[in-house]
T-cell receptor, first 116, second 112 residues
Framework: AQKVTQTQTSISVMEKTTVTMDCVYETQDSSYFLFWYKQTASGEIVFLIRQDSYKKENATVGHYSLNFQKPKSSIGLIITATQIEDSAVYFCAMREASSGSWQLIFGSGTQLTVMP | EAAVTQSPRNKVAVTGGKVTLSCNQT?????MYWYRQDTGHGLRLIHY???????EKGDIPDGYKASRPSQENFSLILELATPSQTSVYFC???????????FGSGTRLTVL
């Protein structure tokens, strides 16, 4: 069965520092896709970054990067030089290639607070 | 820019009443989805559709129906609303080849 687990319910960091959010997943598929989304205070869900299971290189977009450790079924999100605007809830999600659709399995989220 | 619009933004319903949540997308995507978000569960898939006239059950379909009358519109129907269906509902659209799903802004439903 597919499952995505985020054990950190909340994290607080100082502005301009680096933060890492953890996520582990379970799947029987050999091909899958991993995502991180940000939910703002207004409730909007914004796509941040994606890692395809067959890619060995960690994805990077702006000040977001991933730490993909396939043997550990782990996909951590790293935010460098954090800003106040990064305060939000961050969700990890997975889609199995065999599903044939956008049946995303979400983790329960991590609340990030960036303090000035 | 992909656009997914949900209505209403907020809804209060009574137990046993019928509720319809609407979603419109202007992306010309074939696939549309309904998720609900509850504290501690992230988002969970209720129903989805591959195109006009099609609906499929997601992970938690009980108590919900879906309707896809056109490419642009996808509705979620609660025939007999219950307090356990109090939640925030998100509609999304996206092609399987796309980088991501595109989410609407959500509908907050309270069933009293």
């Amino acid at each position: 069965a597919q499952k995505v687990t985020q054990t950190q319910t909340s994290i607080s960091v100082m502005e301009k520092t680096t933060v890492t959010m953890d996520c582990v997943y379970e799947t029987q598929d050999s091909s899958y896709f991993l995502f991180w989304y940000k939910q703002t205070a207004s409730g909007e869900i914004v796509f941040l970054i994606r890692q395809d299971s067959y890619k060995k290189e960690n994805a990077t977009v702006g000040h977001y990067s991933l730490n993909f450790q396939k043997p550990k079924s782990s996909i951590g999100l790293i935010i460098t030089a954090t800003q106040i605007e990064d305060s939000a809830v961050y969700f990890c999600a997975m889609r199995e290639a065999s599903s044939g659709s956008w049946q995303l399995i979400f983790g329960s989220g991590t609340q990030l607070t960036v303090m000035p | 820019e992909a656009a997914v619009t949900q209505s209403p933004r907020n809804k209060v319903a009574v137990t046993g009443g019928k509720v319809t949540l609407s979603c419109n997308q202007t992306n010309n995507h074939n696939n549309m989805y309904w998720y609900r978000q509850d504290t501690g569960h992230g988002l969970r898939l209720i129903h989805y559709s591959y195109g006009a006239g099609s609906t499929e059950k997601g992970d938690i379909p009980d108590g919900y129906k879906a309707s896809r009358p056109s490419q642009e519109n996808f509705s979620l129907i609660l025939e007999l609303a219950t307090p356990s269906q109090t939640s925030v509902y998100f509609c999304a659209s996206g092609e399987i080849s796309a980088e991501t799903l595109y989410f609407g802004s959500g509908t907050r439903l309270t069933v009293l």
